[in-house]
């Protein structure tokens, strides 16, 4: 049932049944800003958006992203998973957590786990990373991750600057042995 297991956490396909959860994370002032606007304001926009999303990428790639729960009491707090988009070459890791579970470690306990898996279980070669010149919480997750900055790729139809992280630190290379 569940992919990936950690000390606190559990992580998981999603499925339709999780649209009122993604309604709410895509509508955070912090979603908005950061990742953007996906335009889901209602459960059908959400079941769509899974279903063209994540389950189509599940299908297409083995892997999405993923539903990340409090592993004990299976509370929804987050998603966190792989992605293969058009855009880029490599594989790139997303992740987006609700605001009342921010700061607390859960982040990074998800991602090192998700890479953890893309490397291991689904023997990936290389795992990148996008995040906006002006997300620190996000880039201080990915360089303690052992990412580190490539370079700036050209800036989106908002004009919004956006770095390209790369593996290059230690942790993210002994996940691979
Ligand atoms: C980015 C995000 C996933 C980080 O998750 P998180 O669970 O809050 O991160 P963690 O608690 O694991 O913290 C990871 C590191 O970032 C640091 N950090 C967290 N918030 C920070 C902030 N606002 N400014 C600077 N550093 C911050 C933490 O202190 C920690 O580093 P440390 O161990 O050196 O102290 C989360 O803030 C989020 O969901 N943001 C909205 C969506 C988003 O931006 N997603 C990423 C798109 S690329």
Do not use: W
């Not at 291991?120 to 070669?125: A, F, R």
């Amino acid at each position: 049932m569940f992919l990936i297991e950690t000390a606190r956490l559990a992580l998981r396909r999603m499925t339709t049944d999780d649209a009122a959860f993604i309604v709410r994370l895509l509508n955070q002032p912090s979603f908005l800003r950061f990742i953007g606007d996906k335009g889901v304001r209602t459960e059908e926009d959400a079941r769509r958006y899974i279903e063209e999303g994540p389950l189509a990428s599940y299908g297409r790639h083995g892997f999405g992203l993923f539903l990340v729960e409090l592993r004990e009491a299976r509370t929804p707090i987050g998603i966190c998973g792989l992605l293969k988009r058009d855009t880029l070459e490599d594989v790139d890791l997303g992740l987006a957590f609700l605001p009342e579970f921010e700061g607390k470690g859960f982040g990074f306990e998800a991602a090192e786990a998700t890479l953890g898996y893309g490397y291991g279980t689904l023997g990936l070669e290389k795992i990148v990373a996008i995040v906006s010149k002006d997300n620190a919480a996000s880039i201080r997750l990915l360089e303690k991750l052992g990412l580190r900055f490539e370079k700036t790729l050209p800036p989106t139809p908002e004009g919004t600057e956006i770095l390209l992280y790369v593996p290059g630190g230690l942790p993210s290379q002994s996940m691979r042995h």
